[in-house]
């Protein structure tokens, strides 16, 4: 069976606070105040809000690679990567500081007119020892995490996934089972906390279409709070086709009470990676491409966006010579970009 126990980027954004909302402010492209203008390569600018409301970050990992290539005269190479940083993608609140993290981005995107990205990754016992093992200490300690994140949404437009394979891996058995009564009770308190804000939805994720079948996650979908959420994820961080992606969630939906999906296409152009040691062929693999941009137009109306939950370009976890998961890859961000040409 595909094993779907991959490294989620849980690294944290490199600008917060008013270096971010500055740039969330400039966002609409062009130079102002006596600046020296940025080449027009580098400049980062929204998606039209009709077809993208989500919030592009100008400051990205991708939107620096972008710039520093323009600099030393790569404008190929710049224009390749600039498919990645012209586009929205998942912001990953990390553990230490997720009021102000939150905040940051929230308020960011709200002076673009656009809506924020999150995804909360901090289950206690996460991702079961592998590449991006960790989590908060305890059930106590992921509750004001949660709750830090709330007091940085407040009222601001927010689109959260929540909690990558923390549902799957109670059913695949990965998360041994006497941390699993636990873990619904944290899933159903941090959806509940989240749905109490004006402007907030909140997506669980639910696995994708390799790793087995609807039948097997519903029960345990619904016992983690699906019916308080506006739906739930799949794909996220893998390679699974949309169009695969939505067989799976139509008939994931139909177990749960016809609820809406939304689907990372990220990195899902070229499909899933059948080489290797199938163990890790969701880490890192080859050959891959971008897949469809974000946008809430989709190709059937139980999908409500595809969205770029991973950031493309960032390590997996090291495997195939990549670095530690969630760290920015600049020679894998540019094969995904150059894949997507094919």
């Given at each position: 069976?595909?094993?779907?126990?991959?490294?989620?980027?849980?690294?944290?954004?490199?600008?917060?606070?008013?270096?971010?909302?500055?740039?969330?402010?400039?966002?609409?492209?062009?130079?102002?105040?006596?600046?020296?203008?940025?080449?027009?390569?580098?400049?980062?600018?929204?998606?039209?809000?009709?077809?993208?409301?989500?919030?592009?970050?100008?400051?990205?990992?991708?939107?620096?690679?972008?710039?520093?290539?323009?600099?030393?005269?790569?404008?190929?190479?710049?224009?390749?990567?600039?498919?990645?940083?012209?586009?929205?993608?998942?912001?990953?609140?990390?553990?230490?500081?997720?009021?102000?993290?939150?905040?940051?981005?929230?308020?960011?995107?709200?002076?673009?007119?656009?809506?924020?990205?999150?995804?909360?990754?901090?289950?206690?016992?996460?991702?079961?020892?592998?590449?991006?093992?960790?989590?908060?200490?305890?059930?106590?300690?992921?509750?004001?995490?949660?709750?830090?994140?709330?007091?940085?949404?407040?009222?601001?437009?927010?689109?959260?996934i929540l909690e990558p394979d923390a549902v799957l891996h109670m059913v695949d058995g990965c998360t041994p089972p006497q941390f699993q009564e636990e873990r619904y009770s944290l899933l159903n308190y941090?959806?509940?906390?989240?749905?109490?804000?004006?402007?907030?939805?909140?997506?669980?994720?639910?696995?994708n279409a390799g790793w087995g079948h609807p039948d097997q996650i519903y029960r345990p979908l619904q016992q983690a709070g699906i019916a308080q959420a506006d739906g739930f994820a799949v794909n996220v961080?893998?390679?699974?086709?949309?169009?695969?992606?939505?067989?799976?969630?139509?008939?994931?939906?139909?177990?749960?009470?016809?609820?809406?999906?939304?689907?990372?296409?990220?990195?899902?152009?070229?499909?899933?990676?059948?080489?290797?040691?199938?163990?890790?062929?969701?880490?890192?693999?080859?050959?891959?491409?971008?897949?469809?941009?974000?946008?809430?137009?989709?190709?059937?109306?139980?999908?409500?966006?595809?969205?770029?939950?991973?950031?493309?370009?960032?390590?997996?976890?090291?495997?195939?010579?990549?670095?530690?998961?969630?760290?920015?890859?600049?020679?894998?961000?540019?094969?995904?970009?150059?894949?997507?040409?094919?």
């Open positions: 069976m595909y094993d779907s126990r991959g490294a989620r980027s849980a690294a944290r954004a490199g600008a917060l606070g008013a270096a971010l909302l500055l740039a969330g402010c400039s966002s609409g492209g062009g130079s102002g105040g006596g600046k020296p203008a940025a080449s027009p390569q580098a400049v980062i600018t929204q998606q039209p809000k009709e077809a993208d409301p989500f919030w592009v970050n100008p400051d990205s990992n991708a939107a620096r690679q972008v710039k520093a290539y323009a600099k030393a005269g790569k404008g190929g190479d710049a224009e390749q990567i600039r498919k990645i940083a012209a586009q929205p993608t998942g912001e990953w609140i990390g553990p230490e500081n997720p009021e102000q993290e939150a905040r940051g981005f929230t308020e960011a995107a709200q002076k673009s007119d656009r809506t924020a990205l999150l995804v909360l990754y901090d289950i206690p016992h996460r991702d079961c020892g592998q590449y991006s093992q960790g989590g908060a200490a305890d059930g106590d300690a992921y509750r004001a995490w949660i709750d830090g994140v709330a007091r940085g949404i407040q009222d601001r437009p927010a689109t959260v941090a959806v509940g906390k989240l749905k109490s804000l004006k402007s907030t939805k909140v997506y669980l994720d639910a696995g961080s893998n390679f699974y086709s949309t169009q695969d992606s939505i067989a799976y969630g139509k008939q994931l939906s139909a177990k749960v009470g016809d609820e809406h999906f939304v689907i990372d296409t990220s990195r899902n152009g070229n499909g899933p990676y059948a080489g290797g040691n199938p163990d890790e062929r969701w880490c890192n693999p080859p050959g891959r491409a971008l897949g469809e941009t974000p946008t809430t137009k989709t190709a059937d109306p139980l999908v409500d966006a595809y969205l770029w939950v991973k950031r493309p370009g960032e390590s997996d976890g090291t495997c195939k010579g990549g670095p530690q998961a969630g760290q920015w890859w600049p020679t894998y961000a540019l094969k995904l970009a150059q894949g997507s040409d094919t």
